[in-house]
Every structure is written in structure tokens, then in C-alpha cells.
């Protein structure tokens, strides 16, 4: 499915702007989900993929390489950056923040937005090691947390090294700002009064904080490779009884929670706790060492793993 692409990549720099509900228990999942049909595409076997955001036009995914991958879903092709030889020099995370965009952070070249015209670099004042973007106000950090709101930035904890630990990813909700570290647990930062608090550590299944991503009920769900918890209304809930399962990341779906683990993808059940096997995806898999999902509109599931992406859609009956 690969192809060469010969289209070239415009590169334009600019400067850019950048209800609370009762919680709802998530139905729990069931045999059909865990042995649903699944049809599978080999998006591409170009080594081991390390990161992953998906819209609803590109995809852009980084490798082991390392190297950056575009691919317009359109024309299924494909541009390829070399970090080392190219104007993405060291992306550190990529997310997907609309149907139609994605943002890209970079310790060398900044904050860095894909869609199918092209790249644009927006900022190239800050090195970035994570971001959060919630369609009004970007989060972005380098031991440190700034906030970029209305073409303005804000220095909110620069210098702050939140207890000498690098930070792996960020979540917000309006002025409030969650900040996972790699061995100091999740911070809160208080936008308006620039406040900045440990909230979570030792209750968590582990300190070290491999995603964050917050679902349409404002709950925060933080993943760690020893489980999973949540966060609603000042309250924690963790889910540490994997059996040895290592996570690596989630996708939420539908009232679905997919798991990318080291043993291949599994679906989590809030109200049990339980991390059961999708066997209708791994049956399917060449290899089970799942390092990041993500999903597209049509509820297909794209998976990253040690042997390259995969794209996995419900089968049709």
C-alpha cells in the first residue's frame, strides 16, 4: 500500500494564534467486542513506530529510523523527513487535535502543525516537549510549562523542574493544566493564579506517566505501564491488576477503551477493572508489541508496533 511520493512539502513560517456532567459508567466490555471482526491493512513496515497521530486526511507517524512519515490518506502516499536531515529535527510528540489536523512538538524547531496543504512551523521561540491543544489554548513545556493563548505566550512555570523529572506529556480542561512527569507522578497547574501542585504519586500504579488524554466527560485518564487511572471531580480511581500486562498507551472509542500493551491490544473495562484480550485484533497482528493506537472517524483503530502501522476496521458482515 506504500507508495512513493513526489509531492513536495511547503514549509511556511508564520506566526499563529493559536460544563461539568455526572459521571456515567462505561458499559462493560463484552465477548462480541473482544472477538469482533477486524480487516486489516499494512499501512507500512518502515521499522518501529514510536509515535502516531491520525486525522481524518493524514497521518503522520515517527519511527525507529529516526524519521518522520507523512501519509496523505486521499492519494495513500507518502512524504519522508529524516530527523536528522530535515526541518522536523527532533519531534518529541504528535497529536491529533481535530478531525482535519495535527500538531507535532519539537525541541528544535517548535510547535509544528500537518494537514494535507503541508507543514507549518508556528513557534519557533520555545523547545517543546509536550503540548496540549483544546481548540483555544496550547500547553506546551521544556522543563518548564508556558501557555499560548490568543497569538500571546505566557510563562506560567519556566524553570520549574517538577522535581527534577522530565515531563512526558500534558492534559487541559479550560485554565486547568495536568503535567505527567517520568518518575514524579502528575502535577496541576492552576492557569490564573500560576499555581502548580503535586496531586498524585504514590497512588498511582506507577510515577512514571506515560500518556495523558482527557474524554468528553472531563475525566483524566493517565496511563502508566503498570495500569491505568482516572481523575474526576478531585477524585482518583486506579486500575492496577494487569496480571504483568505493560501498557503503553490508550485510545477511547465509543465508550471503548483500547489498550496498546507489550502483548498485543486489549480492551479495558472500567467498571471490573479488567484488561481482557482483543483477540479478534491480535489474531491478526504479525506482532504483538503494540507501542501506540490511535483511531480515525470511522472508528478504525491504527496501531503502531515493533514491525510497522496497521490499520484495523471493523469487518463488514
Not at 521544556?142 to 499560548?148: E, K, L, N, Q, T
Request: charged share 20%; hydrophobic share 40%; aromatic share 10%.
Amino acid at each position: 500500500m506504500t507508495k512513493p511520493c513526489t509531492a513536495i512539502c511547503l514549509i511556511v513560517l508564520c506566526l499563529g494564534a493559536f460544563s461539568c456532567k455526572h459521571e456515567v459508567p462505561l458499559p462493560e466490555s463484552s465477548a462480541a467486542d473482544r472477538q469482533k471482526a477486524w480487516s486489516i491493512d499494512t499501512i507500512i513496515d518502515r521499522g518501529e513506530i514510536l509515535d502516531l497521530g491520525v486525522s481524518n486526511s493524514v497521518v503522520c507517524m515517527k519511527n525507529s529510523k529516526p524519521e518522520i512519515g507523512v501519509y496523505d490518506r486521499a492519494s495513500e502516499q507518502w512524504m519522508f523527513f529524516n530527523e536528522f536531515n530535515s526541518p522536523l529535527e527532533d519531534v518529541v510528540q504528535i497529536r491529533s487535535v481535530s478531525p482535519s489536523l495535527l500538531l507535532l512538538s519539537d525541541t528544535d524547531v517548535g510547535l509544528v502543525s500537518i494537514n494535507h496543504s503541508g507543514i507549518v512551523v508556528h513557534d519557533s521561540s520555545t523547545e517543546y516537549m509536550g503540548f496540549n491543544y483544546d481548540g483555544d489554548t496550547s500547553w506546551a513545556t521544556i522543563f518548564g510549562v508556558f501557555v499560548r493563548h490568543q497569538s500571546r505566550t505566557y510563562k506560567l512555570a519556566n524553570g520549574f523542574r517538577f522535581g527534577f523529572n522530565h515531563l512526558t506529556d500534558l492534559a487541559a480542561i479550560g485554565t486547568t493544566c495536568w503535567v505527567g512527569t517520568q518518575s514524579g507522578g502528575v502535577y496541576e497547574i492552576d492557569m490564573p493564579s500560576k499555581g502548580i501542585k503535586l496531586i498524585a504519586s504514590e497512588n498511582l500504579p506507577s510515577a512514571i506517566i506515560k500518556q495523558m488524554i482527557v474524554d468528553d466527560e472531563n475525566r483524566l485518564w493517565v496511563v502508566t505501564r503498570r495500569g491505568v487511572s482516572t481523575y474526576y471531580r478531585n477524585s482518583w480511581k486506579s486500575f492496577n491488576k494487569t496480571n504483568g500486562l505493560i501498557i503503553n498507551h490508550i485510545a477511547l472509542v465509543d465508550n471503548h477503551v483500547h489498550v496498546a500493551s507489550e502483548s498485543g491490544m486489549y480492551l479495558f473495562d472500567r467498571n471490573s477493572g479488567k484488561y481482557t484480550e482483543n483477540s479478534g485484533i491480535n489474531e491478526l497482528l504479525p506482532n504483538k508489541h503494540c507501542n501506540v493506537v490511535e483511531s480515525d472517524s470511522s472508528g478504525a483503530l491504527w496501531v503502531g508496533t515493533e514491525n510497522g502501522l496497521f490499520r484495523f476496521a471493523p469487518a463488514v458482515r
